[in-house]
Structures are given as structure tokens and as C-alpha cells.
């Protein structure tokens, strides 16, 4: 059995650097090489901090980096560092060799001539190269690095994208092909999709086109590029950068190599000859105009100022090739996205929209059915590798083909046969076959339609994975407005929030109680509290509060808060395990609801915090209540106590979020005894159900505690001293002080005389009285409109 504990990186640019950082942090042992700087090339006298300079400055430049690399900034020593002359035989060591060079055939052989000569009989060795064949790199090497090299395309950056491109040549052991996909998986956390040694791949290949489509469409219809952007992002289910914003992020001259590439070295893409370099595009590359890299793109930020403050930011006129400030105009389509929450309804909206925008949409939407539909078998052999690398690779919501299957598989083709495009025979026979859409669900199972068989088949790689959609033909065990109690199986519940944003309000709550009641009362082992939104919560549903705290209705305030937290508290002190599984946000309310689970299943990329300061609130969901709780347990015989609840306070008073799960540990929003890190998002709930079951095996029903040892007025006084520090150093405004003041005063038990053990409920009752006087403050009602409005938080 194959087991990776060290690993190799041959190269430290961006992506070198970014790919040494992601397997750091999944706990490898990593050697990252570059070459030695020039002008120490012929001293070998020179130190090895000195020759291994440009790894050194390349790490650097990595760690600083935002968003960053690292889940955690000291899993930067897992990484150790050298250069080609001094080191490559140290890659002896290694169980895989990655290559992440500059993109040249030539120095890529010269660098696999020295992985040769110098790796263990059985090592891995593969390339991250974007587009190079494959087989090229074969020549002239050993038989046993053959079998054992591939290429394992990850997209940029490699913590955050989840796509895995994993590239057979015709001589790799089939062993190694499996063993990625599942190391890629389960351990690196990915989306692993097996491609083929074809130009750009998959998603490149696709993503690219699509692309390159838009830019042609919008001169041809006469849309501006911020139009453009707002149909083709969020409105579609896409990223918010859009098309345009997009290639400014990737680079104009790496799309324009890429478009190039598949120019000149596919012969049989049908489309791929008509994808010429644009005008507008053309002069972009001739001024080296490249995007964010060089400052201008499509769109070039300015030192000017609008009457809000923000920066004025320019877009290209597609004509003039002169930049200016966007004209206003009103698409009927763009109404409708705005009008239209559902993402699926929207879609179909805007692509039956008669304007300029539906035009767009409908245009490069069949030339995209029809370009996917032509590439099977070429670049994969099935529909879901195509769709799971555009998902994984360039974040859309929706892959092509379930794009297709939301407008209507017959309303697909007929669409895109009048625009002339051409439709593969498959999906006509399909279709003739009584087939409906590309994909469906049965017995709880996503299957896919399989194109050599001419049947569907379930998905491959879903095995194990817990995905509610596929339970929607089931009747749920109970449902509101705002959730609903899935049974998944073996006795286990999990309950899905479903409101806007996953916000927490009285729906939510109700049906947290209602879930827990449920499975007390009945024959469950437990419950599991997860979805697969993009984001687990954003907290609480803080319009419900803002209407309150306006109306200065403290008794429906008092019940609001009070049903909050004897919500969260439920699920301690309940009879059954109650395991949650976050992802994304995981914020406010829902921070505190993890905090309070039996255990809590976090995706990597989950971001927790407690962020009500923001809003010119404390915690109030016991939040605040438990942040005295897990001081209270940090102190030991001898302590000086202080900085510990210094410590607790500040993460509170600074609002702080955890930009991994990992950190997370470090603010004290998880616990090493109780919490996991799940490294693949879509296995978290299927995690979490399984240490329902662990736990269901004897289950003892936790009571609430009455030994929480806090400071009373010795603490008050230090910690007034560390707020008044936050002013003094600029961190923290007027009213940030009387928040802080709030979060001490509960931290510390209020005014006590000394010293004291004290309840959980009596906590909680401070913390309450605390949240709603805040509630009465003039500059708190403030904050609350701001984020409400602008979904920013206001500083006053």
C-alpha cells in the first residue's frame, strides 16, 4: 500500500510555492527546489541560505500572499528548502516528485533527467504543467518512471481551487491512476478528475472556450464588458468576477497562449479555429494591458474617488479602445436576476429574456452545449468529468452539461441548432431513446447518463459522500420555511438549514428543537447539523433583531435572544450526539452553535468566528457564555489566569474569524478534544454521521455546570485596561470600548467582589442582559442598518 510522507517540489514560482504550501498543510514533509541565483552558480563556497536564495524568496513571497497558502503560518516549517545543484539527490527521499518549472518541453526533460538518475524505484513523479502533452516528457526515461509518472494538474491558487486534473500517459500503472484519484480526494481535499492527454485538458479546454465565446458575442451583440459581467456571475451561478474581471485575474497573456495553444493544436475542434484573438483583445496584448498583474486590464482602477468614497474603476470601450467610466443602462434580464432568488429559475429567466442580455446568454449557452457535447469522447468520456472540472477548476455552480439539464435537454439542442451550432449525434440519441436530461436521481443515488452504454449509472466517486439534494424525492421526517430534518440513514438525522443565507431565525430555531425532540423521542442515534450550501450559516438572521432592537421591543427582544440561546444550548444538553458539519461561513449564531455540538466536522476552508462586534453586538447565543466556560477550563493550579482571558477577550473584542479551520483551533473556536478538520468539503456530513454513531454507543446526556470559575472585578480591571489599549492603539472606536466592556463583564462574572465559581445559566443570563442594553444604543442601531444595507460593517 502506497503511503506519501515526503514530497518533492521541483520549482518555486507561484505555483510551486502555492502547491509546497498545500502539502504542508495536510501534514507532509516537503522539499521545495529551485535553481541557484546566477551570480552564485560557480561559487559553491557560497552558504546554502545564500544559494538557496530564490526558493527562500519564493516561500516568502508565499506566505505573505493573500488570499493565503497556508492553513496555519507555522506549517511554513514543514517546508524545507534547496536548489538543483546542491540537493536533487536528496529527492531519494521522496515518495513523489512533483515538476512545476517554467513551461518550456526542453527544460522540463532537463529537470526529469536529473529525477531519473536521482529518485527511489517506485516513487511517484509527476507534472503540474497546464498543457503539455503528456507522453512528450517520456523520452529517454527509465521504465519504472514511466509506470509511475502522470500528470497532476492543480489550478491556481492550490489551496483554495479544488480542481485535481490527474493525466495518464499510455505507459502509467493503472495502480498509480487509482491511487491519485483517491489520495487526491481524500487527503489533498480535491475534486479529482482523470482527463486526457489532450491540449488544455479539460477544464482549461472548456473553460477557455467559454471564454473566448463571450468576448466574441459581446462586440457581436454590442453589450459593455460590466453588463456583460453581471450576467455572466452570480446571476448565472458563476463567480462574482464574471468574464471579463476574470481574465484580468488569470492573465491575459496566459488566455492568450491557451487560446493559441488550442488553435494550433487541435485540428478537429470545430469551434477552436473560430476563436481568433479579438480586436480589443489584440490591443490589450500589444500594451501590455495584462490585468491585475500590470495594473490595466478590461478594467483599470484609478486614484480618483466617487462621492461614496470608493475608488473610480474604468472599463474598456470595446470600439473606442478607450477607457471610461460605465454607462448606466437597463437590461430587462438583469431585473429579472435581481428579482429571482432561486438560481435555477434565474437561469432559465434570463436565457428566455428577449433583450440584449437573454441574447448573450441563450448564444454562448448553446455554443457551450454544443462545443461539450462534441468533446466526449475526446477530452473525457463522460458527461460529470467535464462537469465536476468546471465546477472544481473555475468555480461555476453548475457544470455545462447540468446547465443544459436546467434550460431542458430538447430546449438545449433546439436552441443551439438555431443559432447553427452543431449537437453531437449521442445527445440526439439519446434523446430519441426517451432520455430527458443528462442526469437524475434514484433511490437516493445521483446516476448520470452514460454515453458508451447508452444507460445511467451512478456517478463515480459519490460512494460515501452524503449529498442531500439526492434525498429531495424522499418525504422528510419534519420541514419548516427555513429547514428541513432529513433521515440519512443507520438512524442518524441531519438538519438542513434552508433560508436566505442559511441566517439563523425562529424558523432555524424551532427546528433545531423540533429535530433534537425528534430523535429524543424516537428510535434515532442522533442528529447531525449540516448542508452543502457553499456557506454553513451567516449567523443570526439580523433583520429579525434590527426590527426589534428599532422598535425598542425588549420584551420580544428578550424572548428572541432567550430562544437563541436555549436553542444552541439544546444541542449540549440534549439526550442524543449532536454533531455538526460546517463549511464556509461560519459565523456569529452558527459559531456558537458549533461550539456548542457534541463535536463539530469543519471543512478545511471554513471560517469561524464570532463577528458581532461588527454590528455593535456581543455574542448572544451563549457565545460569550462559553468563552468564559473554556477559560475557566485553561486554568491550572498555579495560573496566573491573565492572559488567558485576555486572550479569549480580544478574539471576541476584534471579532476575529478563523481563515481556516485549523485556525479556528487557535482562536479557541474549536477544540482538539472534540473537533476535526475534514479535508474534502463534501465528505463532512458523512463524517459527522459517523461519529454520531460512535458516540450514540452509551451516550451519557452532559448537565449543565456550575463550576465555571471567573474573575469579578480583578479581571473587569484588566481587561478595561487591555480595551482602553485597543483605543489607544487605534483598533477600536468610542463605541467599540462600551461593546468590549459588555463582552468583559460577562467574561468576568459581572461585578463580582473576588474570585467565584458560577453557573452556566447565570452566564448566559449576563450575556443576554448585556445584548439587549446594546440593543438600546443609538450607535449599535446604526451598524445594524449599515451591514443591512451595504453588507459592510460600519466603524462609528
Known amino acids: 500500500m502506497r503511503r506519501i510522507r515526503k514530497v518533492a517540489v521541483l520549482g518555486s514560482g507561484v505555483m510551486g510555492s502555492g502547491i509546497a504550501c498545500h502539502f504542508a498543510n495536510i501534514g507532509l514533509d516537503v522539499m521545495m527546489l529551485d535553481i541557484v541565483p546566477r551570480d552564485l552558480a560557480e561559487n559553491k563556497n557560497a552558504s546554502s541560505t545564500a544559494r538557496n536564495d530564490v526558493a527562500q524568496k519564493a516561500l516568502n513571497a508565499a506566505i505573505k500572499s493573500k488570499p493565503a497558502p497556508l492553513y496555519d503560518k507555522k506549517f511554513a516549517s514543514r517546508i524545507k528548502l534547496g536548489n538543483f545543484e546542491d540537493d536533487f539527490e536528496k529527492i531519494g527521499e521522496c515518495d513523489w516528485i512533483i515538476e512545476v518549472v517554467v513551461e518550456r518541453l526542453d527544460i522540463k526533460k532537463i529537470i526529469f533527467d536529473s529525477v531519473d538518475k536521482f529518485r527511489k524505484p517506485g516513487s511517484l513523479v509527476t507534472s503540474n504543467t497546464s498543457g503539455i502533452p503528456i507522453h512528450l516528457m517520456l523520452d529517454g526515461r527509465s521504465e519504472d518512471f514511466k509506470k509511475n509518472f502522470c500528470g497532476t494538474h492543480f489550478f491556481n491558487p492550490p489551496r483554495y481551487m479544488r480542481l485535481f486534473e490527474i493525466i495518464p500517459s499510455p505507459e502509467t500503472d493503472p495502480e498509480v491512476i487509482a491511487f491519485f484519484m483517491h489520495y487526491g480526494d481524500k487527503y489533498l481535499g480535491k475534486q479529482t478528475v482523470l482527463a486526457k492527454d489532450t491540449p488544455a485538458f479539460i477544464a482549461n479546454r472548456v473553460g477557455v472556450y467559454a471564454m473566448s465565446k463571450i468576448y466574441q458575442l459581446t462586440t457581436e451583440i454590442g453589450l459593455g464588458i460590466k453588463d456583460v459581467d453581471k450576467l455572466t456571475g452570480p446571476a448565472i451561478g458563476r463567480p462574482k468576477t464574471g468574464t471579463f474581471r476574470l481574465g484580468d485575474l488569470v492573465g491575459h497573456d496566459t488566455s492568450a497562449k491557451v487560446i493559441q495553444g488550442i488553435k494550433d493544436n487541435c485540428p478537429d475542434d470545430e469551434q477552436a479555429g473560430a476563436l481568433g484573438i479579438p480586436k480589443y483583445y489584440q490591443f490589450l496584448l500589444d500594451n501590455n494591458f495584462l490585468g491585475n498583474k500590470t495594473g490595466q486590464g478590461f478594467y483599470k482602477k484609478t486614484k480618483e474617488r466617487d462621492e461614496n468614497g470608493r475608488p473610480v474603476i474604468l472599463s474598456l470601450n470595446l470600439e473606442t479602445l478607450e477607457y471610461e467610466i460605465p454607462p448606466k443602462t437597463k437590461l430587462q434580464s438583469l ?31 448553446s455554443g457551450l452545449f454544443a462545443y ?15 462537469d465536476d472540472a468546471l465546477r472544481a477548476g473555475f468555480a461555476w455552480d453548475f457544470g455545462p ?18 443559432q447553427g451550432e452543431k449537437i453531437a449525434d449521442w445527445v ?23 454515453v458508451t452504454s447508452k444507460s445511467y449509472k451512478p456517478v463515480p466517486g459519490t460512494e460515501g459522500l452524503i449529498i442531500l439534494d439526492t434525498l429531495r424525492e424522499n418525504v422528510p421526517v419534519y420541514k419548516n420555511s427555513e429547514v428541513v430534518l432529513h433521515d440519512i440513514g443507520d438512524g442518524v438525522l441531519c438538519l438542513e438549514f434552508i433560508s436566505k443565507a442559511n441566517s439563523i431565525g425562529e424558523g432555524v430555531l424551532r427546528g433545531m428543537n423540533e429535530a433534537i425532540q425528534i430523535a429524543e423521542e424516537g428510535d434515532w442515534n442522533g442528529l447531525v447539523i449540516g448542508n452543502n450550501a457553499k456557506n454553513f450559516s451567516v449567523g443570526a438572521n439580523l433583520m429579525m433583531i434590527g426590527m426589534m432592537a428599532y422598535e425598542q421591543d425588549f420584551d420580544q427582544l428578550n424572548m428572541a435572544v432567550k430562544l437563541f440561546q436555549d436553542s444552541v444550548m439544546r444541542c449540549r444538553f440534549s439526550s442524543i450526539p449532536v454533531v455538526i458539519a460546517t463549511q464556509g461561513y461560519v459565523f456569529g449564531g452558527a459559531c456558537e452553535t458549533l461550539m456548542h455540538c457534541d463535536s463539530a466536522f469543519c471543512a478545511a476552508e471554513s471560517y469561524v468566528g464570532l463577528v458581532e462586534v461588527g454590528v455593535g453586538l456581543i455574542p448572544g ?12 477550563d485553561a486554568f491550572f493550579a498555579g495560573d496566573v489566569q491573565v492572559p488567558t482571558l485576555i486572550e479569549k477577550f480580544k478574539t471576541i473584542a476584534l471579532a476575529s474569524v478563523a481563515t481556516s479551520a485549523y485556525e479556528g483551533y487557535k482562536l479557541g473556536y474549536l477544540q482538539h478534544d472534540k473537533d476535526h478538520v475534514v479535508m474534502n468539503t463534501q465528505r463532512n456530513i458523512a463524517e459527522a454521521k459517523a461519529k454520531v454513531l460512535e458516540l450514540a454507543d452509551g451516550y451519557v446526556q452532559p448537565i449543565m455546570r456550575e ?44 461585578d463580582l467582589t473576588g474570585q467565584q465559581k458560577v453557573s452556566e445559566r447565570y452566564l448566559v443570563d449576563l450575556e443576554r442582559e448585556a445584548f439587549l442594553s446594546l440593543c438600546g444604543e443609538q450607535k449599535t442601531l446604526e451598524r445594524i442598518q449599515h451591514m443591512l444595507t451595504t453588507n459592510k460593517p460600519l466603524r462609528n
Not at 452539461?401 to 438555431?418: C, P, R
Not at 437516493?444 to 452514460?450: A, I
Not at 457565545?623 to 477559560?631: D, I, L, S
Request: aromatic share 10%; charged share 30%.
Open 335 to 365: 431585473a429579472i436576476a435581481k428579482q429571482t432568488e432561486n438560481v435555477e429559475k434565474r437561469i432559465r429567466a434570463i436565457f428566455n429574456s428577449d433583450d440584449k442580455g437573454g441574447e448573450l446568454i441563450k448564444k454562448s449557452f
Open 372 to 386: 461539450v457535447s462534441n468533446r466526449i469522447p475526446e477530452i473525457a468520456d463522460n458527461t460529470y468529468s467535464i
Open 401 to 418: 452539461f447540468e446547465y443544459w439539464d436546467i434550460i431542458g435537454l430538447k430546449n438545449g439542442v433546439d436552441s443551439a441548432e438555431a
Open 428 to 450: 440526439k440519441e439519446m434523446i430519441a431513446d426517451g432520455a430527458e436530461s443528462f442526469y437524475k436521481t434514484e433511490n437516493g443515488k445521483r446516476l448520470c447518463y452514460d
Open 621 to 632: 447565543g451563549a457565545g460569550t457564555k462559553e468563552f468564559a466556560v473554556r477559560a475557566s
Open 707 to 750: 463550576d465555571i470559575l471567573v474573575m469579578g472585578q480583578g479581571g473587569l480591571a484588566t481587561l478595561y485596561v487591555a480595551a482602553n489599549e485597543l483605543k489607544l492603539g487605534k483598533y477600536a472606536s468610542d463605541h467599540d470600548i462600551k461593546i468590549a466592556k459588555k463582552v468583559a463583564w460577562v467574561l468576568c462574572g459581572g
